[in-house]
């Protein structure tokens, strides 16, 4: 049973729980974690896979076969992730260039959700930028998105001043010029998530339809392994950082959906409790079994 997970304590607790069920778990090395997500979504090259949430969305709208196992392997607040170089505030994104990454960047989704309801940016009136395409083949960029000549570099172009703002988590440059665009982001992410009641997840880890059929009792030794993990290591707050099972998920999932359908990366909604139903049925267990 293939795995690619980023963080080494989860990984080990999955290791270990799925070798205990009888079946001998091989953990590949991607780094970063998220290159192996183009594989595992359209060649089901893993079994067991850290992604991004919009990539599990993305996945199930364009009728791969990618499941939830609901566990978060990467929550952070996301406020803090537009920058710039001048004196520009979230508020004037209308009018300027941004660059992103990738268009499906769950990073991106977040942000740009934000930027549409606390500031009323209307994201068609900025000059949109990305450097390359979807982890899901067949995932097109809205017709309003310019992509980038080829060979060049999202941070290139903010540093060198083509571009007005970046939306950057963990490829922001090293630079005492960049600031954040969002006043107080620190404050206004946590405020932000106190609101809502959860954070803005960014990894997830997915399960192949094959290896949820045809290996359930590992899959969710896995599944409980690194739960204990993440129970053990939670952070204190208002917020889990890490919420882990389908009721702690559904805010963010349903949230995240909203955002991405109203960008243009999925073609379609994406109902959070039939991608419960998804996942249950396939492990043949109720949701109940998967904190939900």
Same mark, same amino acid.
């Given at each position: 049973m293939k795995l690619v997970l980023g963080r080494d304590d989860l990984a080990a607790a999955a290791e270990s729980a799925i070798r205990e069920t009888?079946?001998? *778990? =091989? /953990?590949?090395? #991607?780094? !970063?974690? &998220?290159?192996?997500?183009?594989?595992?979504?359209? =060649?089901?090259?893993?079994?067991?896979? =850290? %992604?991004?949430?919009?990539?599990? @969305?993305?996945a199930v709208a364009h009728g791969r076969p990618v499941l939830l196992l609901p566990l978060t392997t990467l929550g952070r607040h996301q406020h803090q992730t537009l920058v710039?170089?001048?004196?520009?505030?979230?508020?004037? #994104?209308?009018? &300027?260039?941004?660059?992103? /990454?990738?268009?499906?960047?769950?990073?991106?989704?977040?942000?740009?959700?934000? @930027?549409?309801?606390? +500031?009323?940016?209307d994201l068609r009136k900025a000059d949109w930028t990305t450097y390359e395409g979807s982890h899901v083949d067949g995932a097109e960029d809205p017709s309003w998105v310019r992509r980038a000549p080829t060979g060049a570099k999202l941070q290139a172009d903010f540093l060198e001043g083509r571009l007005d703002f970046g939306i950057m988590g963990n490829e922001l440059p090293a630079d005492d010029r960049i600031r954040t665009a969002v006043r107080h982001a620190r404050e206004?992410? =946590?405020?932000?998530?106190?609101?809502?009641?959860?954070?803005?997840?960014?990894?997830? %880890?997915g399960v192949s339809?094959?290896?949820?059929?045809? &290996?359930?009792?590992?899959?969710?030794?896995?599944y409980d392994a690194m739960r204990s993990v993440l129970d053990t290591k939670a952070e204190?707050?208002?917020? !889990? @950082? &890490? *919420?882990?099972?389908?009721?702690?998920? /559904?805010?963010?999932?349903?949230?995240?959906?909203? +955002?991405?359908?109203?960008?243009?990366?999925i073609p379609s909604p994406v109902d959070y409790d039939e991608l419960v139903e998804r996942s249950s049925a396939a492990?043949? #267990? !109720?949701?109940?079994? @998967?904190?939900?």
């Open positions: 009888g079946t001998e *778990p =091989e /953990r590949l090395a #991607v780094s !970063p974690v &998220h290159k192996a997500s183009r594989g595992f979504v359209n =060649e089901s090259n893993a079994d067991l896979c =850290e %992604v991004a949430i919009v990539t599990v @969305l993305q710039t170089l001048g004196k520009l505030s979230a508020q004037d #994104v209308a009018g &300027h260039s941004v660059g992103v /990454r990738s268009w499906s960047q769950t990073t991106g989704v977040w942000m740009r959700g934000f @930027l549409t309801e606390q +500031y009323g940016v206004t992410a =946590e405020q932000w998530s106190r609101d809502q009641g959860f954070i803005p997840v960014n990894h997830v %880890v339809e094959a290896a949820a059929a045809n &290996h359930s009792a590992a899959v969710l030794a896995a204190p707050g208002q917020v !889990p @950082l &890490h *919420p882990v099972g389908f009721g702690a998920l /559904r805010g963010a999932f349903t949230k995240a959906a909203a +955002y991405a359908l109203e960008q243009g990366v492990l043949g #267990v !109720p949701p109940a079994r @998967l904190g939900g």
